[in-house]
C-alpha cells in the first residue's frame, strides 16, 4: 500500500516573502482556486496579525468554495503565557475563521531566551497555553517547530521538552522547521529519528533552501516518517527560497511510491508553475526540474540520436507525465539528428543519407558557426529549410537601402529610411520615419509592400532583442538580433547576424515579413 503524505503550501505566506514578490488579493485567491484544482491540501494564506492585506485577504476569501482544500492562517504563539485570552495575534487568528490555524514557537533555547527572555518552563507553557486555547475555540492546530534543527543540535532537551508541550495541548500536526535552511540531509535523519522515538503526534516538515538542500530535506524527513510536507510552488520563498513543491510532488508520486490525499492530475503541474510565475510577474525558469523548458531539451547530437530511438536513455521520467515536453535544439554541438528532428516538425522528412540532408546539415553548421542560433528563431529555420527544397524564395529584393539618423531629441522622429526594393519585376522607391533606424526601416518596408501584399498590414513587431556575440571586439563584435512578429493569432520569431546591428535587424526583419507571406501562401495553396 502506498503510504499517504499531507500537502501544505505556504507560496502566499512564506512564499510571499521572497524578494520581488508581491501579490494582490484578488492574485492571491485566484491562486487558491489553481492550488485546489491541483489538489493541494492545506493553504497558508497569510499572516492576519502581521499585515492589514493578509487580514483583508482571510476576510474576502471567506466568500470563495473551494472543493478539497482547506485554508490556514498563520502566526505566532502568544506574547505572554498567562494573557493567552487577550493576546492580539490568536485574536487575529480566530477572526480568519479559517478550519486550519498554525502557529510557530521557539524551540531553540538560543532564540527563546535571547529574544524572548522566558524560561524553559514558561516558553514551553506558552505552547501549552497557546494551543490549548486556539484548540479550545475549535480549530486545527498545527504547531510549527521554528529552528528546530538547529535548537536540537544546540539542546535536544529543551527542543524536545516543546514538541512534548505542543503534543500534550493535542496539536494536530508537529512540523519540524529549518528555518535557516543549512541542515544536512543526515541532520535531518539523526533528530527525526530521535524524535518519532518520543513523539506520538503526526510529525511534518517545513524546510528552506539556504544550502540547496530543502526539496532533499523534505523527501529524507518523509522517508524517515513525515507525514506532512510544508512547501511553495516554484520553491519561492525569503533568501534562497522554501522547499519546492513542484519537485517534491513528482517526486514523491513517480519514485518513491506516496499517494497524496487527493489524487493529483499530475500532468497539469508545468502548467500550474508556468501559470503562477507568470501571476507574479516572474520569467518562469527555464532549468527547473520537471517543469524547465530545458528540463527536457536535447542538444548534445549523440544524446539526440539515442533519445529518439528511445527517450529513456537520456531522461530520467517520460515528459509528458508531468505536461512537459521534449526539445530537440537545433545548435552547433547538434549531428543531422537534431536537424532531421527539427526538419519532421515541420513536416520534411530527412534521410541522413541523401545529398540534400548533408548539404542542409552542412549550411545550418556553417550559420551556426557565424553566430546563428535557431533555437529561438524557428521561422528563420523554417525558412531556410524549404528555401534548400526549393519551396519558397524570398518575395523581395534589395536594391538599395539608406538610414540617416539624427541625434536631435527635441524632435519626436529620430530616424529616417529610404529603400529600393524590387518585387515581381517592379522597383518601389519608399522613405519612412521612425522612432530608431530599426523602427524607421521597418516602416519603410511594409510601406514599400503593402502594394503588393496588403495582408501584412496586420503584421507587426512585437519583441527585439540583440546580443552581443564577441565581447572581446568591443563595438567591432558581432550582434544576433531576434526578431519576434505577430499577426494577432501567431507569433514567430526571426534571427539576423552581423558586425552592424543595423544590418543584423534588416535580415531578421525581412525573414520576419518573408515568413508570414510564405505561410499565407502555404494557406492559400491548401484552400485552393
Ligand atoms: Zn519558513
Request: aromatic letters at 8%; one cysteine or more; glycine letters at 6%.
Amino acid at each position: 500500500m502506498n503510504k499517504l503524505v499531507e500537502l501544505f503550501d505556504t507560496t502566499l505566506r512564506d512564499g510571499t516573502q521572497g524578494e520581488g514578490i508581491s501579490l494582490t488579493v484578488r492574485d492571491k485567491i485566484q491562486i487558491c482556486h489553481k492550488l485546489d484544482e491541483f489538489g493541494i491540501d492545506i493553504i497558508e494564506g497569510g499572516w492576519p496579525g502581521s499585515n492589514p492585506r493578509d487580514a483583508e485577504f482571510f476576510e474576502a476569501v471567506k466568500n470563495e468554495k473551494f472543493n478539497h482544500t482547506k485554508l490556514c492562517a498563520f502566526g505566532s504563539t502568544a506574547r505572554y503565557p498567562n494573557k493567552i485570552e487577550e493576546d492580539p495575534n490568536l485574536q487575529a487568528l480566530l477572526k480568519a475563521e479559517t478550519p486550519y490555524v498554525s502557529i510557530f514557537g521557539k524551540t531553540w533555547k538560543f532564540h527563546s531566551e535571547k529574544s524572548l527572555g522566558l524560561t524553559e518552563d514558561e516558553n514551553a507553557e506558552l505552547i501549552y497555553n497557546s494551543i490549548s486555547f486556539l484548540k479550545s475555540k475549535g480549530v486545527i492546530v498545527i504547531f510549527d517547530a521554528e529552528h528546530f534543527f538547529d535548537g536540537f543540535k544546540d539542546d535536544e532537551k529543551f527542543a524536545m521538552k516543546m514538541l512534548k508541550a505542543a503534543e500534550k495541548a493535542c496539536a494536530e500536526t508537529i512540523v519540524l522547521c529549518d528555518t535557516n535552511g543549512g541542515s544536512l540531509p543526515s541532520d535531518i535523519i539523526y533528530a527525526i529519528q530521535k524524535v518519532k522515538k518520543e513523539i506520538k503526534t503526526p510529525l511534518g516538515i517545513h524546510a528552506h533552501n539556504d544550502g540547496d538542500l530543502a526539496v532533499a530535506n523534505s523527501l529524507i524527513a518523509i522517508e524517515n516518517g513525515a507525514v506532512h510536507v510544508q512547501g511553495t510552488i516554484n520553491g519561492v520563498g525569503e533568501r534562497c527560497g522554501n522547499a519546492n513543491l513542484v519537485s517534491i510532488i513528482p517526486n514523491l508520486l513517480l519514485k518513491m511510491n506516496y499517494k497524496t490525499k487527493k489524487e493529483i492530475n499530475l500532468n497539469t503541474l508545468t502548467l500550474l508553475s508556468h501559470s503562477i510565475s507568470e501571476m507574479m510577474n516572474l520569467n518562469p525558469n527555464s532549468r527547473a526540474p520537471f517543469v524547465g523548458k530545458s528540463a527536457f531539451a536535447h542538444k548534445g547530437g549523440i544524446h539526440v540520436s539515442a533519445v529518439l530511438k528511445d527517450s529513456k536513455m537520456y531522461e530520467h521520467i517520460n515528459p509528458k507525465l508531468v505536461g512537459n515536453l521534449q526539445r530537440v535544439l537545433v545548435s552547433d554541438l547538434s549531428g543531422q539528428s537534431n536537424i532531421k528532428y527539427k526538419a519532421k516538425e515541420f513536416g520534411v522528412d530527412i534521410d541522413e543519407t541523401t545529398e540534400f540532408s548533408k548539404k542542409l546539415v552542412s549550411k545550418i553548421k556553417q550559420l551556426e558557426f557565424q553566430g546563428y542560433q535557431f533555437d529561438g528563431a524557428e521561422a528563420s529555420f523554417e525558412l531556410i529549410l524549404m528555401n534548400e527544397k526549393n519551396e519558397f524564395s524570398p518575395y523581395f529584393k534589395t536594391i538599395d537601402s539608406k538610414v540617416y539618423t539624427f541625434f536631435d531629441y527635441e524632435e519626436h522622429k529620430q530616424a529616417e529610411a529610404v529603400l529600393k526594393i524590387e518585387v515581381n519585376g517592379e522597383i518601389e522607391h519608399t522613405a519612412a520615419e521612425g522612432d530608431g533606424p530599426v523602427n524607421a526601416l521597418d516602416n519603410a518596408l511594409r510601406k514599400a509592400l503593402l502594394r503588393f501584399y496588403p495582408e501584412l498590414n496586420e503584421t507587426k513587431l512585437v519583441d527585439y532583442k540583440v546580443r552581443v556575440l564577441d565581447e572581446k571586439e568591443a563595438t567591432a563584435a558581432k550582434v544576433r538580433v531576434l526578431i519576434e512578429s505577430s499577426d494577432g493569432k501567431e507569433t514567430w520569431t526571426t534571427v539576423g547576424v552581423s558586425t552592424n546591428i543595423i544590418e543584423a535587424s534588416w535580415q531578421a526583419l525581412c525573414d520576419g515579413l518573408n515568413y508570414k507571406l510564405y505561410k499565407l501562401s502555404k494557406e492559400k495553396k491548401l484552400t485552393a
